[in-house]
C-alpha cells in the first residue's frame, strides 16, 4: 500500500538532547512537509522541501533542522534549541508543491514528550 | 496573514444525529481542504473543494468562495466519525506550498 510512514509513534527526550523523527513516503511524491501540533491548536509548519537536496523554512524553524537526501526521506531533528519541544509531529507530503490545487497526505504522526 | 476560523469548536453528538461543522476565512482562497483526525492522531484528506459541493457517501461539503466560507455535513453520524475535523486553506496568489489550517471543531459522536 502506498502511504507516508513516521517512526517512531513516541519519543522521549532528555534535556540538551537532539532527537530525529522519521518520515517515509513510497507516493513518488516531491514535495514533503513537517507540522507541529500543540493541543487545541492548528498545524504549523516547520519545514518543507520540494525537491531532494532542497528545503525551505516554514513559519516555525527555530531548533529544528531537516535533511532530503532521497526523494522518500524527510528526517526531522529536534535540537536542544528548541525549548518547547513537546507536541505531535505530523508529516504530510504532496505531488510536487508546485500547483495550488494539490492535497496533502498525512503520516501518522510522533508524539514527542520532555523527560 | 489569512485567519481561518472553524466553528464550532466542540460539539457532542448522539449517534444518529446530523451536524454542520463551519470555515470562515479571510481572503480569496484558491484551495481549501477538509481534513479529519482520529482519536489515534491520524489526518485523512475527505475534501479538496475551493468551490461549489462534493458528496462522499455520508459526508458532503460546500464552499461559496465569494462569501469565504465552507461548510462539512455529517449526516446520520457514526462512533467513528468522532476526532477533530480540520479546515486548510492556500491564499489565492500566495504561495502554492502554504496551507493554513484552522484550530478545528472536536467531535464526540455517543452511542
Redesign the interface.
Known amino acids: 500500500d502506498g502511504g507516508i510512514t513516521q517512526s517512531p509513534k513516541y519519543l522521549f527526550r532528555k534535556e540538551g538532547q537532539n532527537v530525529t523523527l522519521s518520515c517515509e513516503q513510497n507516493l513518488n511524491h516531491d ?1 514533503m ?1 513537517w507540522y507541529r501540533q500543540d493541543p ?6 516547520i519545514y ?1 522541501s ?1 525537491i531532494v537536496n532542497d528545503f ?1 523554512k516554514g513559519d516555525i524553524a527555530e531548533g529544528y533542522s531537516v535533511s532530503r537526501e532521497k526523494k522518500e526521506s524527510f528526517p526531522l531533528t529536534v535540537t536542544s534549541a528548541q525549548k518547547n519541544p513537546t507536541a ?1 509531529y ?1 508529516c ?1 507530503s504532496s505531488i510536487d ?10 503520516g ?2 510522533t ?1 514527542l514528550s520532555v523527560l | 496573514g489569512i485567519q481561518v476560523e472553524q466553528s464550532p469548536p466542540d460539539l457532542i453528538l448522539q449517534e444518529g444525529a446530523n451536524s454542520t461543522l463551519r470555515c470562515n476565512f479571510s481572503d480569496s482562497v484558491n484551495n481549501l481542504q477538509w481534513f479529519h483526525q482520529n482519536p489515534w492522531g491520524q489526518l485523512i484528506n475527505l475534501f479538496y473543494i475551493p468551490s461549489g459541493t462534493k458528496q462522499n457517501g455520508r459526508l458532503s461539503a460546500t464552499t461559496v468562495a465569494t462569501e469565504r466560507y465552507s461548510l462539512l455535513y455529517i449526516s446520520s453520524s457514526q462512533t467513528t466519525d468522532s476526532g477533530v475535523y480540520f479546515c486548510a486553506v492556500k491564499i489565492r496568489g500566495g504561495s502554492n506550498y502554504k496551507l493554513t489550517f484552522g484550530k478545528g471543531t472536536l467531535l464526540t459522536v455517543n452511542p
Open positions: 514535495a512537509y487545541g491548536q492548528g498545524l504549523r509548519l518543507y520540494q525551505q505531535f505530523l504530510a508543491g508546485q500547483s495550488y490545487n494539490e492535497k496533502l497526505f498525512f501518522s504522526g508524539q
